[in-house]
């Protein structure tokens, strides 16, 4: 054992020696740029040009300064901890070790090559930093070799006519990994190279060896990209080097992860496969950058879609329009902590639904079936959809949410809307009502003169009067309109939603109706009712608030760099924090009301397990109204471009004037 030690070591420092030889040829290697050196099959991709600067940007920041506070010290370690005990750690890298080791820009990427089983690597920058990179690899080895199965040894990988020594460890099975893995390392003093696979290793050291002229920097996504956000950082005298770079391949990036999951946790088709034959691979790469207290802002980010050529098959469904300006509708409220505006083409977005539709269900005709049932089934509410519904909408669609700050418990009441083309508000809303009185989720409501609809999963079928229609339709073999029983007008006291599963717990009890030019969509129709009145009474909207016309103001100094905008957002984020952080803190995420708990529910639950405990515990955070939390107002944007879509979105400090 003792002989085996010093072997290790002997490897280890023979690898500095061969790695100064081999790199000493490198012209490139002067200024590590790790998108020059990552190859162009890089799926994923994230970058941090100085971590060091990083960390000093991110330390100003009030949400920092917040969590520096001493009475978070006892989240902070154990938050720490437990992400930690989740951190995948393919590498054998820790939290700790990538904000040590590097001294200037380090890269992770996502790696998949034809044939080839999809890796990880990771490069950094640690020149001065020797000693540190020492200590890693010598309590890698340690961890390794203490280990049953596991090993450290070192292995000649190959560069054109030279190789280079790397360490190599293999790391057994555990709770996170349930089969032994490696992990390759090449060190030098300017230089850590970590990686998965050996062909990646191999991949990297010629690319380190001046192979440069393909790379994921050569990409013409990838530096369109770049270019975009780089220029719009420089109309503002923003840096020309972002703090934080990102990048992906949105279809290759899922499918490469795909491809590293067990064949038994898979569905026997690829959905991006799927999506790739309808179109969405003309979205050839979407990234951006981010950068903290800078340009004035606590935070800003720029992100770019690049679609070089115009949308074709479903992809159409995403043709949106730039207008001059955006203004919040108003029925949204000064205590709105959120609002979303958006310009779409709705009967756009219906029309290229089908082809979608019917490659899902793997059923040529399937979406032609369903609009058929709904118009020609006689027990159905004959509607065309096309026609009778969507050529009626508008192009304005609006989201908002708002929280009683006295009862947060109640989680947060949100509104949707999407304008209806003037004249045809009685047209949709008839429309509306053959839709839905014809089907058993929905109950009728008659409030104040206005017409509901409120999502009950079943109920309207469990007390229809006629008991050979109260049993739920099985789902046919092609898709086809059931029969469904008329809908009992009910009271907003009496019609509560039966208890759905977790696919449908986002709309459980959502109220459809339309009033004021508008179709709404609501989780609380006393709260929708009591908007469309303040509305109608030329009530103050969030437009008259002071925190919303200043960050309109620099939202606007923003948007004329651009030709118009399709996309307008504004956040005040503090009461939407209080209510999820309180949630968080008394371990009761996965029961919330707030949108956030609903969605991580939906999304982390599954047809064996639901999500029903939260799996980080918050105990030790303070009380939200003795933490003295600091979060300042946001706003976004998001403009079509000749070559796709560029969005920008900042934060300010909550005491910016």
């Given amino acids: 054992m003792r002989k085996r030690k010093m072997r290790n070591f002997f490897y280890f420092f023979s690898l500095f020696i061969a790695g100064t030889t081999f790199f000493a040829s490198s012209p490139l290697f002067a200024q590590i740029k790790t998108d020059r050196f990552f190859p162009e099959t890089t799926q994923i991709y994230v970058a941090v040009s100085d971590v060091a600067q990083l960390r000093e940007h991110w330390s100003q920041t009030q949400f920092n300064e917040t969590l520096s ?75 390794a070799t203490a280990a049953k199965l596991g090993e450290a040894s070192k ?22 990994h349930p089969t032994a893995r490696k992990a390759y390392y090449v060190a030098h003093p300017q230089l850590l190279l970590a990686t998965d696979q050996k062909y990646l290793a191999e991949l990297l050291l010629r690319k380190l060896a001046g192979d440069t002229k393909v790379s994921l920097a050569t990409q013409p996504e990838y530096q369109a990209i770049m270019r975009r956000c780089v220029q719009d950082a420089a109309t503002v005298g923003g840096s020309a080097t972002p703090q934080v770079r990102f990048f992906g391949r949105p ?21 991006f496969v799927i999506l790739a034959k309808q179109g969405f691979d003309g979205i050839k790469g979407v990234g951006g950058t981010l950068d903290f207290t800078s340009e004035n802002f606590e935070a800003v980010y720029r992100v770019k879609v690049y679609v070089p050529n115009p949308p074709t098959l479903a992809l159409k469904m995403l043709a949106f329009n730039n207008v001059e300006s955006l203004s919040p509708p108003s029925w949204v409220g000064p205590n709105a902590n959120r609002y979303t505006t958006l310009n779409v083409n709705a009967l756009t977005a219906f029309n290229n639904f089908g082809p979608l539709f019917d490659e899902f269900l793997e059923t040529e005709g399937a979406w032609n079936d369903v609009l058929a049932s709904l118009e020609q089934d006689r027990n159905g509410p004959q509607v065309n ?16 949410n708002a929280f009683d700050p006295k009862r947060v418990e109640d989680g947060e009441k949100y509104v949707v809307s999407l304008n209806i083309l003037e004249g045809k508000e009685e047209t949709a809303r008839e429309t509306l009502g053959r839709m839905f009185n014809s089907d058993p989720d929905f ?17 309207g079928a469990a007390e229809s009067s006629d008991a050979s229609t109260r049993r739920v339709p099985t789902r046919p073999t092609r898709p086809t309109r059931p029969t469904r029983p008329s809908a009992r007008p009910q009271t907003a006291a009496t019609a509560t939603a039966a208890t759905p599963g977790p696919e449908a717990e986002i709309i459980d009890g959502a109220v ?41 103001a620099l939202l606007n100094a923003e948007t004329r760099k651009t030709n118009g905008l399709f996309l307008q957002g504004y956040a005040r984020n503090v009461e939407g924090l209080r209510s999820n952080y309180e949630l968080f803190r008394l371990g009761k995420t996965p029961e919330g009301k707030t949108i956030a708990s609903k969605l991580l529910k939906a999304i982390l639950s599954s047809p064996d397990q639901r999500y029903d405990s939260q799996k980080i515990d918050g105990s030790a955070l303070p ?5 003295n939390v600091q979060v300042g107002a946001s706003a976004f944007f998001g403009a079509v471009e000749s070559d796709g879509y560029f969005f920008k979105g900042f934060s300010v400090r909550s005491n910016s004037k």
């Fill in 443 to 459: 109950v009728a409501l008659e409030l104040d003169g206005r017409s509901f609809w409120q999502y009950a999963a079943n109920r």
């Fill in 155 to 176: 292995e000649r990988i190959p560069v054109g006519t030279k190789s280079i020594e790397a360490t190599v460890l293999t790391f057994p099975p555990d709770e996170t």
């Fill in 251 to 271: 279809l290759e990036a899922g499918e490469a992860i795909r491809s590293m999951t067990p064949a038994s946790e898979l569905n026997a088709r690829s959905p």
């Fill in 69 to 143: 506070n001493p009475s978070f010290k006892a989240f902070r370690e154990s938050l720490r901890a437990q992400i930690e005990d989740a951190w995948p750690n393919r590498l054998g890298l820790t939290l700790d070790d990538l904000a040590s080791l590097p001294t200037g820009e380090v890269g992770v990427g996502l790696i998949a090559l034809p044939g080839k089983k999809p890796g990880v690597a990771a490069m950094m920058n640690v020149s001065g930093n020797s000693e540190r990179v020492n200590e890693f690899l010598t309590r890698l080895i340690r961890e």
């Fill in 385 to 400: 959809l096309g026609s009778d519904l969507f050529a009626n909408f508008g192009r304005q669609f609006t989201s908002t």
């Fill in 623 to 627: 009380p939200f109204d003795e933490a």
């Fill in 512 to 552: 459809f109706g339309v009033a004021n030019g508008c179709l709404f969509v609501s989780n609380d129709v006393q709260y929708l009712l009591a908007k469309l009145k303040e509305a109608e009474a030329g009530a103050a909207t969030i437009a008259d608030t002071p925190e919303h016309a200043r960050i309109l």
